[in-house]
């Protein structure tokens, strides 16, 4: 693989974000700002706070600044790095999201690689036997995973195995009972991850299997297949290095094109199981309507996903040598 | 049990005694020390400051951190904390409290008069959301001595020993001058990591999880606490909460998110005891009426909303049956202040007729006006009372239209926008009512402002008599002032008071003690202990 040309391809990739970047944040400051609510009203509760004190707030925080000038100030922030300070919780956003990232990588690392791994070997087993028992049951499990909403297979799952079987903790990411230490700690979160991992596995595992299933069963009648097997290539190198090979590819452009829609996924994961990560963080900040931790979030998220389209750009000419950046 | 002007000096030990005597949460058992208890919070606290919010779980955090100058009894009364002892002078001017001598911070430095004086005038004085409607009345706060502390009032205050008991109220607790002097309040780095004098010190803050706090070996209240650890865990889902309960991996769940639909499933199950005591905030939901509507601005009209609304079904239906009728703008908990007299009973056929006589008769339809009604999303009860609200009013002619809003956007709407006609929504009347009461139907409070009067409801009469009521020594006069204050109030109907929020705590019946005062979901656990 010609890794130079690689490397100018995703410095040029890179490159192009940063316009993509300005256009998103414009239209995430219009779009937050556009919504109704005010900021000052959730900072100070249920209070009876006097027009002074509110007034006070607003020139703390700078909203009683006009917007362009705002959005002008925001920008030339960021452009330093600086995603500015949380009005809620009165501490730098970067901070913040920083010490929420690793929960919501874990629970997302885990899921992506666990409903990828899975969707593709199942999807590979129901095209080998197509309209078999184990194709229906397969392709009716995912439909329903497919279709289901996040946080009721939550509720679901902790009714089941947390309430009756008893079998994983409800809440959290760590016993807080019994707290341990080292190896136990490493297995302890194991523990808390099962659930919600699960949870947030059946909307991305139900497409994988869907996507490979259908682009498996399309490449396993194509002719260079019949061509392998008449060669009496043994059925396993058959399906796996010719024709998943070849079927992976929109596969993994979906992995990658997920991995946004993950992000936002987490929200209703996280709130569900109390897992400590950027999900909660944002569900929390859109109550607070706490605009610089939002900014700061859809950022994040933006860059997260324009790395995403890099990697998956990659990956793909990892997977199928007849993809040359130049 | 307001306290009158006369001076009131009280032997620190005889008080504490008798304090403990008359307190019927205590249980007889010896406590026992160790265990850990773990509360659940509902949100993330926004920092571990008080003096810059009204936030529950920052108050439910701190306030095992903390202390304050004085707490409130069962009855509302007045307890010490770190003020032993203090005298009020006959003008009702002067208050002088006697700081304990053996309290220290969580660093060791003593607890001095100092902290208290440099608290009130450079924290919370400057800081706290509700300062701007106590303060005012402060002329000047001061340490005189070592242990010695003086606050002067510009003009009698009768309800101050209250509002510096109730941290809701006020954000009083005493926070250590070392720490904050010359450093930004607001970003002083000890709001995420507070150094205390309280029962428990703070451990670790484990962002989006938990807050671990462990027992102060040298609190300065002897033997206290007894707990080895309290944790704090963050707990957004009310459902999953819930299960999270019922499994016991939490085990206190404080009333504001307590689910009424499994009270009685609770109440028979004996790893579980539900604990209903003090409600100091004397919380009520009301139905506000917008003044300014067409219709509405006719008191027959608001009196007919009062005359047809099932009360008692809302109660059953939307509450489960676990919460008293309001009759009233003061809770019933504030039982010094509080009259049903002037309640409304249920008569839909006198509804009708005052509805026809100020002048909105039944078009050909059956139909008089429409109504909106609006209600934010997270108390299902106020979504289900807003419903049976819909029903009651279509038998009366008038169409609601029932609109729910995320939290943010109802606040704009209703008290910033002033754009709405019905609103359900809770508000405090204790510990006492001046605090809560007047910044809600004050004329002056019309403004575009969170939790003010944003109904647009004036009455000189009424004025009068709140800018009065709070400077009358005199517990007898003061009481008649109220009665008469509620007595506009509920001919007037700047809002329908519907139901007094039920005080149900929920808690693991491995503890005991968990909560012992009227403010129990944000009172320390210094008192809590674990029974095996």
Same mark, same amino acid.
């Given at each position: ?174 016993? *807080? ?8 700690? +490493?297995? =302890? !979160?194991?523990?808390? $991850? @099962?659930? &919600? ?103 994040? *998220? ?8 890099? +990697?998956? =750009? !990659?990956?793909?000419? $990892? @997977?199928? &040598? ?5 | ?532």
């Amino acid at each position: 693989m010609p890794t130079k040309s690689l490397l100018i391809y995703v410095g040029g990739r890179l490159l192009q974000a940063v316009p993509i970047l300005f256009v998103i944040i414009l239209i995430n400051f219009a779009l937050i700002h556009a919504a109704p609510g005010d900021p000052i009203d959730i900072l100070i509760g249920g209070a009876d706070a006097t027009p002074e004190y509110i007034e006070g707030l607003r020139r703390e925080f700078g909203l009683d600044q006009p917007l362009s000038q705002q959005f002008v100030t925001y920008i030339g922030k960021i452009a330093q790095f600086d995603l500015g300070y949380s009005l809620r919780y009165r501490e730098s956003v970067l901070t913040l999201i920083l010490g929420r990232m690793p929960a919501t990588l874990l629970l997302m690392g885990t899921t992506l690689f666990f409903s990828s791994l899975i969707g593709i070997l199942l999807g590979v087993f129901a095209a080998r036997r197509p309209y078999s028992a184990g194709d229906y049951t397969a392709t009716f499990l995912s439909l329903a995973g497919y279709s289901m909403p996040v946080f009721w297979i939550g509720q679901i799952m902790l009714i089941i195995f947390a309430l009756h079987l008893a079998w994983f903790p409800t809440q959290g990411m760590y016993s *807080l009972r019994a707290p341990s230490e080292g190896f136990g700690r +490493i297995l =302890d !979160v194991a523990h808390h $991850l @099962v659930l &919600p991992a699960i949870t947030y596995s059946f909307y991305h595992l139900a497409l994988i299997y869907r996507l490979t299933r259908i682009k498996m069963q399309e490449v396993l009648a194509l002719d260079f297949i019949t061509t392998a097997r008449a060669k009496g290539v043994a059925e396993g190198r058959v399906v796996y290095r010719h024709a998943l090979r070849s079927a992976i590819l929109p596969v993994v452009t979906v992995i990658g094109l997920n991995f946004g829609f993950m992000l936002a996924g987490s929200v209703l994961t996280e709130t569900v199981f109390a897992w400590p990560g950027m999900g909660r963080l944002l569900y929390e900040a859109v109550g607070a309507r706490d605009y610089p931790v939002l900014m700061g979030l859809f950022t994040m *998220l933006s860059i997260m996903v324009i790395c995403a389209n890099v +990697i998956t =750009d !990659v990956v793909y000419a $990892l @997977v199928d &040598p007849r993809v040359v950046y130049r | 049990m307001i306290p009158g002007l006369r001076t009131i000096a009280l032997a620190s030990a005889m008080f504490a005694a008798l304090a403990v005597g008359v307190l019927p949460a205590k249980s007889q058992t010896t406590p026992k020390r160790g265990g850990t208890l773990i509360v659940a919070l509902e949100n993330e606290p926004p920092a571990l400051a008080p003096y810059l919010t009204t936030d529950t779980p920052t108050f439910t955090t701190v306030s095992n951190v903390f202390n304050t100058l004085v707490l409130l009894d069962e009855h509302l009364g007045i307890i010490p904390d770190l003020a032993k002892s203090w005298t009020v002078s006959p003008d009702g001017l002067v208050y002088t409290f006697q700081i304990v001598e053996n309290a220290k911070w969580h660093d060791g430095k003593p607890l001095t008069s100092d902290d208290v004086e440099f608290s009130f005038n450079e924290l919370i004085a400057k800081n706290h959301p509700r300062a701007g409607t106590w303060w005012k009345n402060v002329a000047s706060a001061k340490a005189s001595g070592k242990y010695t502390f003086v606050f002067t009032l510009k003009s009698p205050y009768v309800p101050f020993l209250s509002v510096l008991a109730s941290p809701l109220a006020s954000g009083a607790f005493i926070m250590p001058k070392h720490v904050y002097e010359g450093k930004d309040p607001k970003t002083n780095p000890a709001n995420q990591a507070p150094i205390g004098s309280g029962p428990f010190k703070f451990v670790r803050w484990q962002r989006g999880s938990h807050i671990e706090l462990a027992r102060n070996d040298q609190y300065w209240k002897p033997g206290k606490p007894y707990l080895d650890r309290v944790i704090l865990q963050v707990m957004p889902d009310a459902a999953a909460r819930f299960l999270a309960f019922e499994r016991g991996e939490v085990d206190f769940l404080h009333w504001y998110i307590v689910p009424y639909d499994q009270v009685g499933k609770l109440r028979k199950d004996k790893r579980f005891q539900l604990v209903s005591r003090g409600d100091a905030a004397g919380t009520n939901g009301l139905m506000l009426i917008n003044h300014r509507h067409s219709a509405l601005k006719n008191v027959k009209v608001r009196q007919a909303l009062a005359h047809a609304i099932n009360r008692d079904t809302i109660s059953q239906r939307a509450l489960f049956g676990e919460a008293k009728v309001a009759r009233s703008h003061v809770s019933s908990n504030v039982a010094w202040a509080f009259t049903d007299e002037y309640d409304y009973k249920l008569d839909p056929a006198l509804a009708n007729k005052l509805l026809d006589e100020a002048g909105f008769p039944r078009g050909a339809d059956g139909k008089r006006f429409p109504l909106r009604l609006f209600w934010a999303a997270g108390r299902d009860y106020e979504g289900r009372g807003a419903e049976i609200i819909k029903d009651n009013l279509r038998d009366l002619g008038i169409d609601v239209t029932v609109q729910t809003f995320d939290r943010a956007s109802f606040t704009d709407r209703v008290f910033r926008q002033w754009d709405f006609d019905l609103a359900m929504q809770l508000f405090t009347t204790g510990p006492d009512p001046t605090i809560a009461v007047t910044a809600r139907y004050h004329t002056k409070q019309i403004l575009k402002a969170p939790f003010v009067n944003g109904m647009g409801y004036s009455n000189p009469e009424v004025d009068a008599l709140f800018d009065t009521e709070f400077k009358e020594a005199d517990p007898a006069k003061r009481k008649a002032m109220w009665r008469d204050i509620q007595k506009i109030l509920m001919h007037d109907l700047p809002a329908l008071p519907l139901f007094e929020l039920p005080a149900i705590h929920a808690a693991s019946a491995k503890f005991k003690d968990v909560v012992t005062g009227p403010q129990g979901y944000i009172e320390s656990r210094e008192n809590a202990y674990e029974v095996k």
